[in-house]
């Protein structure tokens, strides 16, 4: 055989070598292209989901907090009529002067009227 195609035969062969190992390279490079693209996505979607349900919460916590404000306040209001109350009623002298029993009588029966009043 002639040296002159033989040397072009392995030159031939090694380019077809080289040219497959480099098919077979720019093939995994393209797999992991689209896979790292999937995973990408994936997580966008992940975060997207994360952040619209932090948003969520946000507003539900703000709406809660509102709502809380307002039974505070509620229950500073009763608790001061409560307090105010408690005052008149110790402040109040006796009904009955030197009969304490007699007094607690007639407190008594004020306040269990008062509670009956709506």
Do not use: F, H, Y
Not at 72 to 86: E, I, L
Not at 95 to 110: E, H, M, P, Q, T
């Amino acid at each position: 055989m002639n040296p002159l195609i033989m040397g072009l035969a392995i030159a031939l062969a090694v380019s077809v070598a080289g040219n497959a190992s480099i098919g077979w390279a720019w093939l995994g490079a393209r797999d992991d292209l689209a896979t790292a693209t999937v995973e990408r996505d994936n997580a966008r979607s992940a975060a997207t989901a994360c952040s619209d349900a932090t948003e969520d919460l946000r507003e539900l916590a703000d709406k809660r907090g509102a709502e809380a404000k307002v039974a505070q306040a509620a229950a500073r209001r009763a608790a001061k009529a409560k307090g105010d109350r408690a005052n008149l009623i110790l402040t109040t002298p006796p009904a009955l002067r030197g009969d304490d029993c007699g007094s607690a009588r007639v407190r008594i029966d004020d306040w269990l009227s008062g509670r009956t009043t709506p």
